[in-house]
């Protein structure tokens, strides 16, 4: 009997809980006829790139943040997660398949040393990737990197301190980025090189800000304070930079260029995507865009004040502090003069949804009056993602979709991770911000930002820290929308006190007879706060209660504890 079988028949005898020895691949083939070509290793590294699924559901990914606002708000914010008995995010099957892969991927000859170096850095970067997802999610994790047997002690490790995990993920990039073939030899469908050394800047950046904003606290990595990873971070985004490989998407129209990104069928060329999720409807291995995207449906959820009144006008200034702001009454005033990044990314009255001919549906109010996941929430609906392609969006209003490729790396976030990791190291310098944020700027025509920024905001987030620091997270926060990566943000910055315990976020205002006269008589009993804007959860809590003792992790079920007593359980859970 192959070790492929032994291995299945023991995954049902032991810990059903823990799913280490889940059943995957290893009972369908036997490592006699399997692990011999090029071809071998390609079947059995692709079942993992379906777990890059995701990137671009905007709707969603923002959800436990300051950026969107669900009809009700998620546990997460509310502070109401409760310990699942099992499940929650702790199974294993991805990492054992992983390390199978791993350890009989080197045994294969036929094929180009190229191919075969090629499969075998996707492997260490999937372990990487699926890794860090744990970090993010539990903090300190057990490590394996072999399949384990039923006598193996590995199956009741103790859990390893976070930055010992985050280590070993830089140490599986670090192979993967010397294993890998760049992105212009095997394209952008892909894992290469440069989305190895972009991802190895993003986990080092994560780790290295968690250790220096939560140290001190249970949180915290004992020992250090994260600099040696933000300078990691650093490195590896400026060895990217400096390549020249890499540019951002433009086609100087800097009032569309953003919003067309973001709704392309095809990347292949775009010279700002690194890694892409492309569509293949017929073994579902892509992202869709539902139709709630193109303004005819809010999906239950809004863009929140708090995030539109980020974005700052086209001084390069503040709204608090800028001239140039002109009220946000209506949408349309909401959007004058301000950073043109906002008008292409929520949808504003006379842009066109779809573009039928000879007549094209054109956006008029949000959906406010709408029930359910028809509503908008907040009356800033998303536009980001959204195609006017008629072929995009066929179907009945339930079902119409487009096919769309959806990023999982692009350069707007190297250049992004650059910045603040010499900004943390206090090594920032004008021409450091010339060749990251004040790149970004130049696409849609807003001015650079100055290393001596120039005014003060009495809206920052975080007025604890400099002007400086302060402008480079309301960059990231405004080019990185709605892509996911807001939450990480405030969990690594430990940020829960100053923008989520005890907040409420808002909507759109509501003026009766000015903001939304076409649907004014359906929306007339929709809460409102003392200053008209709309303010859905007025009546259901007086504010978030996110526990900062305990929330920046989430609980590890109480079957896996039972089952090993190494294991212990995350802070205040």
Known sequence: MGRTIIIFLMSNLILGCTDVLDKGPLDEVTEQTYWTSAADLQLNVYQFYPELRGTINYPDL????????????????????????????????NIREINYFLENAPQVTQGSQDELDQ???????????????????????PWYEEVLNIDSEGLFAERQPRNVIVDHIIEDLDRAIDL????????????????????????????????????????????????????????????????????????????????????????????????????????????????????????????????????????????????????????????????????????VPGQIQINNQPDPLIFDYPALHKGGSDMSTTGYMIRKGSTPDPQQNQGSSSSRYGEIDGMVFRYAEVLLNFAEAKAELGTLTQADLDKSINVIRERVDMPSLDINVGYTDPNWNFPELSPLMNEIRRERRIELALEGFRYDDLMRWAAADEVIQGARWKGAKFVEGESFPEIEDQISGIPVDENNYIDRYQNSMSGFGFDESRDYLFPIPTNEISLNDNLTQNPGW
């Open 62 to 93: 923002d959800v436990h943040t300051d950026n969107l606002q669900p009809i009700s708000p998620s546990g997460v914010l509310s502070g109401t997660r409760s310990i699942p008995e099992s499940g929650g995010g702790w199974g294993w099957n």
């Open 119 to 141: 499969y075998l850095g996707e492997g260490y970067f999937f372990r990487a990737w699926f890794y860090f997802q744990k970090v993010k999610r539990f903090g300190a994790v």
């Open 180 to 347: 890998l073939q760049n992105k212009s030899q095997v394209g952008i469908n892909r894992v290469n090189r440069e989305a190895a050394l972009a991802f190895k800047s993003r986990v080092a950046l994560y780790e290295g800000t968690w250790e220096k904003y939560h140290a001190g606290t249970v949180f915290g990595a004992e020992g250090s304070n994260g600099q040696e990873y933000i300078q990691i971070a650093a490195e590896a985004s400026e060895q990217l930079i400096d390549e020249g490989n890499l540019s951002l998407y433009s086609t100087d129209n800097p009032g569309e260029d953003y919003w067309r990104l973001f709704n392309h069928s095809d990347l292949t060329g775009n010279p700002e995507a690194i890694l892409v999720e492309s569509v293949d409807p017929e073994v579902d291995l892509g992202t869709w865009i539902w139709t709630y995207l193109n303004g005819e449906r809010g999906d239950g959820t809004g863009i929140t004040k708090q995030l539109v009144e980020s974005y700052l006008a086209t001084d390069g200034r503040p709204i608090s502090v800028s001239d140039e702001y002109q009220g946000d009454t209506t949408l349309e005033e909401t959007v004058t003069n301000r950073d043109p990044r906002l008008k292409q990314t929520m949808w």
